[in-house]
Protein backbone atom coordinates (compact mmCIF):
# COMPACT_ATOMS: atom_id res chain seq x y z
CA UNK A 1 0.00 0.00 0.00
CA UNK A 2 1.82 3.51 -1.14
CA UNK A 3 1.21 6.26 1.63
CA UNK A 4 -0.02 9.21 -0.59
CA UNK A 5 1.30 12.56 1.29
CA UNK A 6 0.14 16.06 0.36
CA UNK A 7 2.44 18.72 -0.29
CA UNK A 8 1.97 20.64 2.50
CA UNK A 9 2.46 17.50 5.03
CA UNK A 10 5.28 16.56 3.11
CA UNK A 11 6.89 19.71 4.21
CA UNK A 12 6.71 19.00 7.95
CA UNK A 13 8.20 15.68 7.52
CA UNK A 14 11.89 15.53 8.69
CA UNK A 15 14.71 12.87 7.32
CA UNK A 16 16.49 10.79 9.90
CA UNK A 17 19.68 13.39 9.69
CA UNK A 18 17.51 16.53 9.59
CA UNK A 19 15.72 15.17 13.14
CA UNK A 20 19.01 13.88 14.70
CA UNK A 21 20.53 16.95 14.25
CA UNK A 22 17.68 19.37 15.67
CA UNK A 23 16.85 16.86 18.40
CA UNK A 24 20.96 16.46 19.48
CA UNK A 25 20.53 12.89 18.92
CA UNK A 26 22.44 9.81 17.01
CA UNK A 27 21.41 7.85 14.47
CA UNK A 28 22.42 4.76 16.70
CA UNK A 29 19.58 6.67 19.25
CA UNK A 30 16.96 7.06 17.20
CA UNK A 31 17.01 2.91 15.79
CA UNK A 32 17.47 2.40 19.38
CA UNK A 33 13.82 4.43 20.14
CA UNK A 34 12.19 3.31 17.52
CA UNK A 35 12.99 -0.21 18.43
CA UNK A 36 11.87 0.36 21.63
CA UNK A 37 8.59 1.31 20.33
CA UNK A 38 8.68 5.14 21.53
CA UNK A 39 8.97 6.64 18.13
CA UNK A 40 8.09 6.11 14.76
CA UNK A 41 8.62 7.21 11.26
CA UNK A 42 4.90 8.74 9.79
CA UNK A 43 6.57 7.33 6.35
CA UNK A 44 9.09 6.17 4.17
CA UNK A 45 10.80 7.25 0.85
CA UNK A 46 10.43 5.00 -2.05
CA UNK A 47 13.86 4.62 -1.45
CA UNK A 48 12.75 3.04 1.99
CA UNK A 49 14.52 6.30 4.04
CA UNK A 50 12.92 7.13 6.96
CA UNK A 51 10.24 10.41 7.53
CA UNK A 52 9.23 11.45 10.72
CA UNK A 53 6.74 13.99 11.56
CA UNK A 54 7.09 17.26 13.35
CA UNK A 55 5.90 15.97 16.24
CA UNK A 56 8.97 13.24 16.54
CA UNK A 57 10.98 16.40 17.58
CA UNK A 58 8.66 17.27 20.78
CA UNK A 59 8.85 13.64 21.57
CA UNK A 60 12.47 13.47 21.05
CA UNK A 61 12.96 15.97 24.15
CA UNK A 62 10.65 14.70 26.19
CA UNK A 63 12.28 11.42 26.17
CA UNK A 64 15.37 12.83 26.59
CA UNK A 65 14.59 15.45 29.40
CA UNK A 66 12.63 12.11 31.37
CA UNK A 67 16.03 9.85 30.63
CA UNK A 68 18.00 12.43 32.55
CA UNK A 69 15.38 12.53 35.07
CA UNK A 70 16.47 8.60 35.39
CA UNK A 71 13.03 6.67 34.03
CA UNK A 72 14.49 3.74 31.70
CA UNK A 73 13.30 3.42 28.60
CA UNK A 74 10.81 0.68 29.31
CA UNK A 75 9.75 3.12 31.92
CA UNK A 76 9.34 6.08 29.25
CA UNK A 77 7.37 3.53 26.84
CA UNK A 78 4.79 3.35 29.80
CA UNK A 79 4.51 6.93 30.55
CA UNK A 80 4.27 7.79 26.64
CA UNK A 81 1.77 4.87 25.79
CA UNK A 82 -0.44 6.54 28.62
CA UNK A 83 -0.03 9.98 27.56
CA UNK A 84 -1.02 8.67 23.51
CA UNK A 85 -3.76 6.36 24.71
CA UNK A 86 -5.07 9.93 26.53
CA UNK A 87 -5.00 8.34 30.13
CA UNK A 88 -2.53 8.02 32.64
CA UNK A 89 -2.39 5.50 35.45
CA UNK A 90 -2.05 7.47 38.40
CA UNK A 91 -0.79 5.01 40.72
CA UNK A 92 1.82 3.70 38.20
CA UNK A 93 3.17 7.33 37.42
CA UNK A 94 3.13 8.22 41.50
CA UNK A 95 5.11 4.65 41.80
CA UNK A 96 7.30 5.14 38.50
CA UNK A 97 7.71 9.26 40.37
CA UNK A 98 8.77 7.21 43.72
CA UNK A 99 11.18 4.99 42.52
CA UNK A 100 13.39 7.92 40.44
CA UNK A 101 13.29 9.74 43.37
CA UNK A 102 15.16 6.56 45.35
CA UNK A 103 17.69 6.68 41.89
CA UNK A 104 17.91 10.60 42.45
CA UNK A 105 18.77 10.12 46.12
CA UNK A 106 21.47 7.64 45.30
CA UNK A 107 22.70 9.13 42.85
CA UNK A 108 23.48 12.49 45.04
CA UNK A 109 24.51 10.01 48.02
CA UNK A 110 27.31 9.22 45.30
CA UNK A 111 28.32 12.14 44.68
CA UNK A 112 28.93 13.57 47.73
CA UNK A 113 30.98 10.91 48.43
CA UNK A 114 33.25 11.41 45.28
CA UNK A 115 33.00 15.58 46.06
CA UNK A 116 33.97 14.79 49.37
CA UNK A 117 37.72 13.20 47.91
CA UNK A 118 37.76 15.59 45.09
CA UNK A 119 37.30 18.64 46.51
CA UNK A 120 40.08 18.51 48.68
CA UNK A 121 42.07 17.99 46.29
CA UNK A 122 41.20 20.47 43.91
CA UNK A 123 42.31 22.67 46.63
CA UNK A 124 46.04 21.19 46.94
CA UNK A 125 45.68 18.68 49.27
CA UNK A 126 46.82 15.49 48.16
CA UNK A 127 46.61 13.43 50.76
CA UNK A 128 43.08 11.53 49.84
CA UNK A 129 44.99 10.51 46.98
CA UNK A 130 47.01 8.29 49.84
CA UNK A 131 43.26 6.85 50.85
CA UNK A 132 43.17 3.36 49.96
CA UNK A 133 39.51 3.60 49.67
CA UNK A 134 39.62 6.49 47.03
CA UNK A 135 41.73 5.11 44.39
CA UNK A 136 38.79 6.13 42.35
CA UNK A 137 40.03 10.12 42.64
CA UNK A 138 42.93 9.15 40.77
CA UNK A 139 41.28 6.62 37.87
CA UNK A 140 38.21 9.89 37.60
CA UNK A 141 41.08 12.69 37.28
CA UNK A 142 42.81 10.63 34.67
CA UNK A 143 39.98 9.93 32.97
CA UNK A 144 38.72 13.44 32.58
CA UNK A 145 42.26 14.86 31.81
CA UNK A 146 41.64 12.17 29.16
CA UNK A 147 38.26 13.50 27.58
CA UNK A 148 39.99 17.15 27.46
CA UNK A 149 42.66 15.94 24.91
CA UNK A 150 40.20 13.99 22.82
CA UNK A 151 37.69 16.88 22.59
CA UNK A 152 41.08 19.17 22.08
CA UNK A 153 42.01 17.19 19.30
Excluded: W
Excluded at 86 to 103: N, T, Y
Excluded at 117 to 131: H, I, R
Amino acid sequence: MKTVITVNAFKALQTTSTLCKAANVTRGQLRLYEEEGLIAPQSRTEAGYRQYGSDTLDRLKAIKHLKELGFTLGEIALLLSDRDAGELDQPAIQRLASEVVSKIDERIAGLKVIRGYVAPVAKGDMSALQDEDCHFVVEFMTALSGEKRRRRA
